[in-house]
């Protein structure tokens, strides 16, 4: 079938959907290629584990990027051919235009979405992972890698989202003889995150794979696809959490849950800690952004009741006044239940000194330490 991204471009989706399973609703298991592939060629490894889950698999085709782009991140591992069609790791993309589709077409259920790639696919993986993390159930990348720059050190601006993935299981395979993309690269961010304190992550090296999928030993009821097959069965998105981390280095990907970002400051990070503290106070920590944007809805405070919002010590006052048109709008925009919102405002960000005793600012240096 064709796919449309929000740029308008086109693309083809190959697509299986399981038989039907009776009581158990659809879930959509989004599969991304390696470079000089496509979503036909990788589709047939991942069916029989999609009908073992009851999850439709869709693997869209990687185009051209919509804005003109060096490439030199692919072109480096895989060659000059590269600077060709590649997924956007920003994800202004069909990965995200296949997940929605899944959601309004086939009605996927959105707490049971799950990502995966290998290859240049594995890294957009990670990558819309760490950018992304609300929207899926799970995240399981094969031979990839959070950027293929790391062959020449570590990535910090990269390095940076990774510590956005301690709430996304995570399910990572590598080929112990991949000459492409080292299996050292997943294996340090597995071993970063596991410092951090990730509740579930898994860690497959197989000891022969090499770099193409074929080698690692996914052939359906092998140990491998029945590891995978009983992780993911388990694999859901979990209610919204009443505690949000999150970093973004571009607007696009600056929401988390019932907070985000804007305004994020070029070449740096933006990072906030938001929490509601009772039901009717959030408090909010927040660096290299202009601006927050709360999605607020009834679930925990009555329509008419004031929630008092406290951003780097500045207090302000806002009446919670749901609106139905809000609710179709922000459906409209995620196509996710989970993320609709009543009520949505913006707040300025009162700018935190660099030396300043905050709780953020001290988590900022513990991070960065751990993760660069």
Not at 7 to 30: E, K, S
Not at 262 to 278: D, L, M, N, P, Y
Not at 306 to 330: M, Q
């Amino acid at each position: 079938m064709e796919l449309s991204d929000e740029h308008g471009r086109r693309t083809d989706m190959a697509v299986h959907v399981p038989p039907y399973h009776p009581g158990r609703r659809l879930g959509a298991l989004i599969v991304l290629h390696g470079a000089g592939g496509s979503g036909e060629q990788v589709l047939p490894y991942f069916t029989a584990l999609g009908d073992r889950l009851s999850m439709a698999v869709l693997a869209p085709t990687a185009q051209q990027p919509a804005q003109a782009s060096h490439n030199l991140d692919l072109a480096g591992i895989f060659g000059s051919r590269f600077s060709m069609p590649r997924w956007d790791l920003a994800g202004q993309d069909f990965p995200l235009a296949a997940l929605r589709w899944a959601r309004t077409t086939l009605d996927a259920d959105p707490n049971r979405c799950v990502l995966t790639g290998v290859s240049m696919g594995g890294l957009a993986t990670w990558n819309l992972g760490m950018r992304f993390w609300p929207s899926f159930a799970a995240a399981v990348p094969f031979n990839g890698a959070l950027s293929i720059w790391e062959s020449f050190g570590p990535d910090a601006r990269t390095r940076a989202l990774l510590p956005n993935t301690l709430p996304l299981p995570l399910f990572v395979v590598h080929g112990g003889k991949d000459t492409r993309i080292p299996a050292e690269f997943d294996r340090e961010s597995v071993h970063t995150l596991r410092g951090l304190g990730h509740r579930d992550v898994q860690y497959v090296e197989v000891p022969d794979g090499a770099h193409g999928l074929d080698t690692l030993g996914l052939t359906e009821d092998s140990p491998l696809f029945r590891r995978i097959e009983q992780w993911l069965g388990r694999a859901r998105r979990g209610n919204q959490p009443l505690e949000i981390h999150h970093r973004a280095d571009e607007d696009a990907h600056g929401r988390a849950h019932w907070v985000a970002l804007g305004g994020i400051v070029s070449q740096r990070s933006g990072e906030i800690h938001a929490r509601w503290t009772v039901p009717d106070r959030i408090e909010i920590e927040a660096s290299g952004a202009q601006r927050v944007t709360l999605h607020l809805c009834g679930d925990r405070i009555s329509p008419g009741h004031t929630i008092t919002v406290t951003i780097n010590g500045t207090v302000s006052a806002i009446p919670f006044e749901p609106d139905l048109a809000t609710v179709h709008r922000t459906f409209q925009e995620t196509a996710d239940s989970g993320l609709v919102a009543e009520q949505v405002v913006h707040l300025d960000v009162p700018q935190l000194s660099v030396n300043e005793p905050t709780e953020l600012n001290n988590q900022m240096r513990y991070h960065d330490a751990d993760s660069i």
